[in-house]
């Protein structure tokens, strides 16, 4: 490679880095909703006889003192009501902003035909307050499964805490999704978690209340214990219906039909099953940990 080259691929690279014309981009970070005032800094700027205030390549405001007149464009309706200029310095004040007024703003004056200020605002949207709710597929006995999780957000990062420090986190960039973190406790534990989705600019918190969330009776665990009565009462006159059935087809045919100890067999892994997951030895605490696998 050429000296030539490589001298002309360095400029490149630090023009980039500079902005695309020498200037300093300076970066704005601002929230949905709120307003920002881009300032002119160089007083020089200020002082000219007219000022043009490009998004992107849209003239959306400009400053004429020659004839005294100041204007400020919509830009097809996306900054309808929502620029003022200030004539004086030539500030720019966008009120009740929105993630689509997110981009680069250029200064231009008749002093030259590059950008003089180069502003890179970036509109973030508003947090929703992450919600946490028990993952009732998961939960044990010993554990209970959480989730914490917030719709339709994009460029946030979503964390589990336990106190001040960080358990767990998720991250999305561009895209607008749901997300969902989990977290297992113990139905005794005494210490304060949190759920905190963030921005590079604000977030917001959710704090876990292990007696509310987890509670191994929830409100409706009484039509849980009806319907399971109800469930049962069914099984048991569906194993006596079998078990006649069973009795009276014995007598024709001593082969073919399930017999009473093949059902009871059959119960009897159900049940083995859900104590293997939950490591429960006796009844009881079967019984309980099948009422909170339903929440
Ligand atoms: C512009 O100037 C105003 C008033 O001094 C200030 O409140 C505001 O934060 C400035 N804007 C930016 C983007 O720095
Ligand atoms: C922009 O204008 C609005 C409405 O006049 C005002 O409330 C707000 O303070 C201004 N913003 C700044 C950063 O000066
Ligand atoms: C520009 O016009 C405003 C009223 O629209 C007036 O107050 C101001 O004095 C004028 N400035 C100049 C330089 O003519
Ligand atoms: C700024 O310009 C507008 C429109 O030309 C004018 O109505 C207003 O009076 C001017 N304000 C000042 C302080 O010069
Ligand atoms: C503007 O800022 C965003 C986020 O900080 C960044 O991704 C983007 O590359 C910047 N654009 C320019 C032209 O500097
Ligand atoms: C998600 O966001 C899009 C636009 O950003 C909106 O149309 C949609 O209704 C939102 N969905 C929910 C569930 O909030
Ligand atoms: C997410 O967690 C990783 C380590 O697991 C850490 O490096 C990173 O800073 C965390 N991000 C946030 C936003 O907390
Ligand atoms: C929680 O705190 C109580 C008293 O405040 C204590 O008796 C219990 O052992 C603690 N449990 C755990 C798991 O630390
Ligand atoms: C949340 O934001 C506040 C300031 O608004 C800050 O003090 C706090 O440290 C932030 N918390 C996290 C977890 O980022
Ligand atoms: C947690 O929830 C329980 C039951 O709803 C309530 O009695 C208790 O006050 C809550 N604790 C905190 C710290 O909010």
Known sequence: ??????????????????????????SVSVMEGDSVTLNISDTD???????????GQILIAQINRKINKSTVHSADGRFRD???LDNETGSLNITNIRTTHSGVYNVHSTKSETPLNIFNLTVYARLPVPVISRDCASSS??????LCSVVNVSDVTLSWYKGNSLLSNISVSDLSISLS????????DNNTYSCVINNPISNQTTHLNISEVCQTYPEHSLI???????????????????FSTCKTSKKVNQEDTPCPEEILYSETTFNKRKAQKSRDKDEAEVVYAGITVRC
């Open 141 to 146: 006995s010993s554990y209970c499964s959480l």
């Open 45 to 55: 700027i200020q002082k000219d006889d007219q000022i043009m205030w490009k998004f």
């Open 82 to 84: 929502r620029l003022k």
């Open 1 to 26: 490679m050429g000296n030539v080259e490589t001298f002309i691929f360095f400029c490149f690279c630090s023009w980039s880095l500079a902005g695309v014309f020498g200037v300093e981009v300076k």
């Open 224 to 242: 849980v214990l009806i319907s399971a009565a109800a469930a049962g009462f069914l099984l048991i006159v569906v194993a006596v219906m079998i």
């Open 181 to 188: 973190l989990p977290l297992e406790v113990e139905y005794q």
